[in-house]
Structure formats: C-alpha cells, structure tokens
C-alpha cells in the first residue's frame, strides 16, 4: 500500500474510468426509448395534450400523470422482455399459443392504418404551416409517406435512430422554454371555474377515452420497444445488463410523461379562457400550436419552432412506419412459416397505401381521424396489457428478470384501469349518448 495521496490518485483514477465506461455503454444502450418518446410526442402531445389544456384548463393533468402512470408496466415490458430473452415481445406471443399470436396480429390489423394516417396527417399539417402553403390537399399526406418510406427503405434503423436524436432535443428544449415562459407570464385569461361540467357531457367523455388511448402512447406499440432493443443490440453488437436497458427506458418514459403535462399547461396557459380554440383544418391547427411558443417566446422564435415541430412529428412518422413494419413483418414469419419472407420495404409499401387512403377518407377532419384513432387503439389496449402482463410473469422468463412486487400490483391496476375506461366508452357509444 503506497502512501495516501498515490491511493487518493489511483482511487480517483479507477473512478474516473469506470465512469467512463458507464458512459461508453449507455451510449451504446441509447436508442430504442428515445424511438419511444418520439413516437408519443407526436400526436398524443402536440395534438391531444395542447387539446386537454384549451379546453378544460388544467383539469386533465391528474388524468394525464393516472394515464402515464397506470400504463408504464405495459411499454416497459417490451424492453424488459426483450433484453432477458434476445427475442421480441411478438416472439412471446407466439409462445403464449396462436390464438395470443393472432389476438395481437388482429389488433395490429385493426388499428394500424388509422394511427399511420392520423400522425401522416398531422406531419403533413405542420409542414404546410413550416412552408405557409395554407393546404396542399393530399399532396401533403403523399410526399411525406413517399419520403418516409425511401428513407427507411435505404438506411432503416441507422438512419431512424440518428434522426430522432436530434430533433428529441430541438423540441424539448424548445418546450421547456416556452413552458418556462408561460408560467413566468402567467394566464393569457383570467382564471376560470374548472370545466368539470363540460368534462362530463358526452363529447367531453368521449375526448377524455381519446385522450388517454394514446397517453402516452398506444399500448400495442409496446412490441416496437423490443424490435427496437434488438435491432440496437445487432446495430451496435453489445447487450447491454437488464438495469442499464431498463434505465434508457425509464429516462425517456419520464421525459414524454413530463413533456405531456408541459403541452397540457402550455394549452391551458396560452388558449383556456381566451374564445380562442384549436382549429380542424391541418396548417391552420399547426400554426395555431406553434402559435402557443411564439407568442410566450417570441416572434422570432417561428422558424426554429415551426421547424421543430414538423421535425419531431416527421420522426413520429418514420417511426410508426418502422414500427409497424417490423411487426408486420415478424408477425408473418411466425403465423406462416413455411411461406418465404417478404421484405422489408413490401411492409412499407403497404402500410403506406392503407394508411393514403384512410386519411384521404377523413379529408380535411383532422380532430375527427385523431380521435377516432386514439380511441380505437384504447379499446385495443387491456388485451395486449394482458398478455404483457403474462410474458414478464410467467415460467419462460428467468426470475431474476420479472418485475417485483410493486410493479405487478401497479400492472393489476392498469389493467383495471383500461377495462373500465373501455366499457364506459362502449357503454356511451352503444346508448346513443354522445349523439344526444
């Protein structure tokens, strides 16, 4: 033992190394939830979460830390699932039985192109507000889908998870200004009663169901999480442990949950109050959400927010693409094995024209298609909690990897909390309510 200030040095220099090295792996690791937190900022806060604030004011923010919270087990499954086993979540299904298999391939079926169109069509709406073409009809829809799609198509993953990256940090860093802002500036209108009376009307309800279908995210894109985990592992060629996995996920789940509440207070501060609401038509409801930064940061903010904003809603849709794509693809090669494999870009392909045509349908009803989509994937969403639920609790995954005791009851919960918000739609739509 050398003397106290040679054991200080080489105490501080192993420390300083093995901080390094945590660093070096958790770049490594970086990645699959940063896809994740792209693909719920899009609509579920640009969209439904500025929506929630201007209407209801600052009502809905317990709702939206329930929904974020009551639905966390669910995503991290996906990731949990699969760093444990080097397979994906779908893989999981296919082990649960073929009926489980086939449960999430009809879910996915169900809901995929209108989620595909409702963030294509909000994309595209931000960047004719970016370019101030005023509306470029569904030649806005077209040119952003054919552009995902060569993207993807060439670089696939790399590209994505470069892409994310930075516009990720564009906009948070954008919104925590503007939020700071706001709040400093206080209420663009006096304070009002709490709109709780609205909240209970049947369209109120029905924006509530909506809101929390994709708050922060729908739950069947849990199986992306894992398709990213291990598309990252062979991009990279490491493995990273479990908790360093889990970790990445927790960071960026806590970021899109905080984000959420921020775009509620943003909606609540800049829009509640005034007679001003969010408009339907595409470049006119992205301008009027660029609006609540410029008029907190300033004018001369509108480029670098505009561009922001169409930056991360473009990220979102190359990564529901992605998403979907990949899934598609698994699917198939476990529910019909023997049939060759198509490739990658046959999946893009196809997702692309269902998803044109869908959004072509709903024209220029932009808060029409978003709801619809959000809501049908809430519906969706207790089945493929369920069956998370059993991958992560069952005998095929080691023990060491299960989640312990207070994230099992936190998932019961969950699960207790997507059926009742499920039935209570299906009982509002089935009643004839909300047409009263």
């Not at 937190?37 to 830390?65: K, M, N, P």
């Not at 892409?163 to 503007?178: E, N, Q, R």
Request: proline share 4%; hydrophobic share 55%; with cysteine.
């Amino acid at each position: 033992m050398g003397p106290p200030g040679q054991v200080c040095a080489l105490a501080l220099q192993e420390g300083r190394a093995g901080l390094i090295s945590r660093a070096s792996r958790f770049a490594k690791t970086l990645g699959p939830g940063l896809l994740f937190a792209s693909t719920a900022i899009g609509v579920s806060h640009l969209v439904q979460s500025t929506r929630a604030g201007a209407e209801f004011g600052l009502l809905l923010v317990g709702a939206v830390v329930a929904a974020n919270a009551l639905k966390y087990p669910f995503f991290e499954y996906g990731t949990r699932y699969a760093n444990a086993t080097g397979t994906s979540i779908i893989d999981g299904y296919a082990r649960l039985g073929r009926r489980a298999l086939w449960l999430y391939i009809g879910t996915t079926a169900s809901t995929m192109l209108f989620v595909t169109a409702a963030v294509g069509a909000v994309g595209a709406a931000f960047f004719e507000n970016l370019l101030g073409l005023g509306g470029t009809g569904p030649w806005g829809v077209v040119g952003l889908f054919g552009a995902c799609c060569a993207i993807l198509a060439v670089g696939r993953y790399r590209v994505l998870d470069s892409l994310i990256k930075v516009v990720a940090a564009v906009l948070v860093s954008s919104t925590l200004a503007a939020l700071a802002l706001a709040l400093a500036g206080g209420p663009a209108a006096p304070a009002a009663a709490p709109a709780a009376g609205a909240l209970l009307e049947p369209a109120g309800l029905l924006f509530l169901v909506a809101l929390m279908g994709w708050m922060p995210t729908a739950i069947d894109l849990s199986a992306w999480n894992s398709l990213w985990t291990l598309e990252r592992m062979r991009q990279t060629r490491f493995r990273p442990r479990l908790r360093e996995a889990l970790l990445e996920f927790r960071l960026s789940y806590a970021l899109t949950s905080g984000l959420a509440v921020a775009f509620v207070v943003l909606g609540a501060y800049m829009l509640h109050g005034t007679g001003r609401g969010l408009p339907d038509g595409g470049a006119a409801f992205a301008g009027a959400v660029v609006a609540l930064y410029t008029e907190t940061i300033g004018a001369w903010s509108w480029i670098v927010i505009s561009a922001a904003a169409f930056s991360i809603m473009f990220g979102t849709v190359i990564a529901v693409f992605d998403g979907y794509s990949r899934a598609l693809r698994r699917c198939a090669e476990l529910a019909l094995p023997r049939r060759a494999s198509l490739p990658y870009p046959a999946f893009l392909a196809a997702v692309a024209a269902g998803s044109l045509a869908v959004a072509l349908q709903f024209g220029g009803g932009l808060k029409d298609l978003v709801d619809f989509a959000t809501s049908v994937s809430f519906l969706a969403a207790p089945a493929i909690a369920v069956l998370n639920y059993r991958l992560v609790t069952g005998s095929r995954l080691d023990r060491a990897a299960q989640p312990g005791a207070a994230l099992r009851a936190l998932s019961v919960a969950g699960i207790a909390f997507l059926l009742a918000f499920s039935a209570a739609y299906v009982a509002i739509r089935a009643s004839g309510w909300a047409a009263a």
